[in-house]
């Protein structure tokens, strides 16, 4: 073969790869770079020439809120009982069972037993011992549909019956308050409550905000993260709020006066994701036990990010706040982040072999998600 024929041969793969190449860099950019829904504000002209993917575009009424920052004490009720897991259990007669094994799974909620609403572990416990081993038939919430099964408690001891599933009833935890808005509606964390167990997103009946006091800060290393480490005041004076929902993009609910009394900020617009872009914003924290602002550097913006909480990543700069914490901590999840006045995200997660980089969640995501309740 001669050498001309070779040329020609290598030059048309190389020309075929680099079309490819090319096709495969345009869609990934046509599917992270461009929205799918781009939304903008009434009375506003806009522009779109997109040949090559079709975008929606709504005309929204200019969204307000006043941004948060300081940490807050979540309690978060569970829609009935929640199912971590089944377990043997060993009866009088001394050998094994596991009675809910393939009747009742991991992520299921208990809602009742023989027709009686199940609220709490304490409930549940005192109609199994009430039931001892006669059927019970048992009321699920499973992958949102509900369903009834039957379920025998086995005798471990005298006037002791148990059915061998692990529970749990209610929530606890520290995050960052992102908003209020102007009608008294709260958003916060910028990511739901989820299962440590099964990593699944809870089902919630309501809960309540807490006050809460910032007692260590514990800095982020490489491959181990921070942590705001605080004393929560459960008591009726030191309700903040109650909670309406638990969703993927956060928790949302309504403010009382003593919530709004803290947050002395002005109202900013809630800036579409496309008006942010890559280079300086600002988080806002209490971690110092007072409102700051701290630089930041965005570094990626994904417009179509699957995940909602990972719409852009992000730097602290900020040399105070790497002195306090190391960057990014537990706890901070839900901070603000300001951009050009306006609320651009809140912190959602951190890289754990990077401390000083997180992920963030888009406002306008944030905002339309907990728009239902308000």
């Known amino acids: 073969m001669s ?30 770079q461009i929205p799918d829904v781009i939304r903008v504000s009434m009375g506003e002209e806009q522009t779109l020439n997109l040949g090559l993917k079709e975008v929606s575009v709504l005309a929204v009424e200019k969204q307000r809120v006043i941004p948060g920052g300081i940490p807050i004490g979540i309690y978060l009720e569970t829609e009935g009982v929640y199912v971590v897991g089944t377990a043997e259990v060993e009866a009088m007669d001394g050998l094994s069972y596991e009675p809910a094994y393939q009747v009742v799974q991991a992520g299921d909620y208990i809602l009742a037993v023989n027709g009686k609403r199940i609220h709490d572990k304490d409930e549940l416990i005192a109609c199994i011992q009430a039931n001892r081993t006669d059927i019970m038939i048992v009321k699920l919430l499973r992958n949102d549909q509900t369903i009834q099964v039957r379920l025998n408690a086995v005798q471990t001891r005298e006037e002791d019956y148990k059915v061998g599933v692990w529970v749990k009833d209610d929530i ?11 009608d008294m509606g709260f958003g916060a964390l910028g990511h739901g409550i989820t299962d440590t167990d099964t990593g699944e997103l809870l089902e919630t009946s309501g809960g309540s905000l807490y006050d809460t006091e910032i007692l260590e800060i514990i800095k982020g290393e490489r491959g181990t993260p921070g942590e705001i480490s605080g004393m929560i005041t459960y008591s009726e004076r030191h309700v903040l709020g109650t909670i309406d929902q638990n969703t993927s993009a956060g928790i949302f609910g309504h403010a009382n006066q003593k919530l709004r009394g803290q947050i002395t900020g002005e109202p900013v617009d809630v800036a579409f994701k496309q008006e942010i872009r890559t280079g300086t914003a600002y988080i806002q924290s209490a971690v110092s036990g007072e409102i700051k602002n701290y630089q930041i550097q965005i570094q990626e913006i994904r417009l179509n990010e699957d995940d909602v909480n990972k719409g852009m990543i992000f730097q602290v700069t900020d040399p105070e706040l790497l002195s306090e914490t190391g960057g990014v901590i537990q706890g901070m999840s839900g901070s603000p982040i300001l951009q050009d006045g306006k609320l651009a995200g809140a912190v959602t997660h951190v890289f754990v072999n990077d401390p000083t980089k997180g992920y963030a969640i888009f406002a306008e995501t944030m905002v339309n998600a907990g728009k239902p309740p308000f």
């Open 172 to 182: 606890q935890g520290i995050g960052t308050l992102t908003y209020i808005t102007e």
């Open 3 to 32: 050498r001309l024929k070779i040329y020609r041969i290598c030059l048309t793969v190389w020309l075929i790869v680099s079309v490819l190449l090319m096709l495969v860099y345009g869609r990934w950019y046509l599917n992270t």
